[in-house]
């Protein structure tokens, strides 16, 4: 079974757009990571949350950690061409170095 | 800075064949992963090392696959023979771990695509 649940699976967004990730678990997160992957590229960090009800931006991208640290959130203002990717998200689950990552969800921004 | 370094980029061999995947972590960098990505099951990890020492392999899919990490700075992934159902996209990640102060972000390389005919 997946331990990490990553909605919705694709989205295509109008350009300009606001949208919205989630990430979702049955366990306690230690600390949950956000990622980007582009087409044949390696995965680019974007945040990490780790204390519940923590949030997080980096210019118009907005990551957000529920207070019970079992739910993030992430989302886009005014979405452009370059946040098209895949967005993944990771979890330490059992205080180690191990991430266990969502299926990721694909990003299509319409022009 | 450089980063995590992978190579070959990409990869196409014949079935029975052995591959061998290639990753220079960051420098300084003591915990690496290896993980493997396909459209079916998303991104698994399969192995990872702490100091050198494989810590925990249980996502290694069978004896086919092995790992070793002979110093800090380089560490293989060896698939031997190989079938088509190993095409994937593989990746390496490095990480300041274990003692580090506060959790710390997983660097990744750009993968290898690996493509067994």
């Known amino acids: 079974s997946q331990e990490l649940e990553q909605s919705p699976q694709s989205l295509i967004v109008q350009e300009g757009k606001n949208l919205t990730i989630n990430c979702t678990s049955s366990?306690?997160?230690?600390?949950l990571y956000w990622y980007k992957q582009k087409y044949g590229e390696g995965l680019i960090f974007l945040m990490m949350l780790q204390k519940g009800g923590e949030e997080k931006s980096h210019e118009k991208i907005t990551a957000k950690l529920d207070e019970k640290k079992q739910q993030s959130s992430l989302h886009i203002t005014a979405s452009q061409p370059s946040h098209a990717g895949i967005y993944l998200c990771g979890a330490d689950m059992n205080r180690d170095d191990k991430i266990i990552f969502g299926k990721g969800t694909r990003l299509h921004i319409l022009p | 800075d450089a980063g995590v370094i992978q190579s070959p980029r990409h990869e196409v061999t014949e079935m029975g064949q052995e591959v061998t995947l290639r990753c220079k972590p960051i420098s300084g960098h003591n915990s690496l992963f290896w993980y493997r990505q396909t459209m079916m099951r998303g991104l698994e990890l399969l192995i990872y090392f702490n100091n050198n020492v494989p810590i925990d392999d249980s996502g290694m899919p069978e004896d086919r696959f092995s790992a070793k990490m002979p110093n800090a700075s380089f560490s293989t992934l060896k698939i031997q023979p190989s079938e088509p159902r190993d095409s994937a996209v593989y990746f390496c990640?490095?990480?300041?771990?274990?003692?580090?102060?506060?959790?710390?972000?997983?660097?990744f390389g750009d993968g290898t695509r690996l493509s067994i005919l």
């Open positions: 990640a490095s990480i300041m771990g274990q003692g580090a102060p506060g959790n710390q972000p997983q660097h």
């Open positions: 366990k306690t997160l230690y600390g």
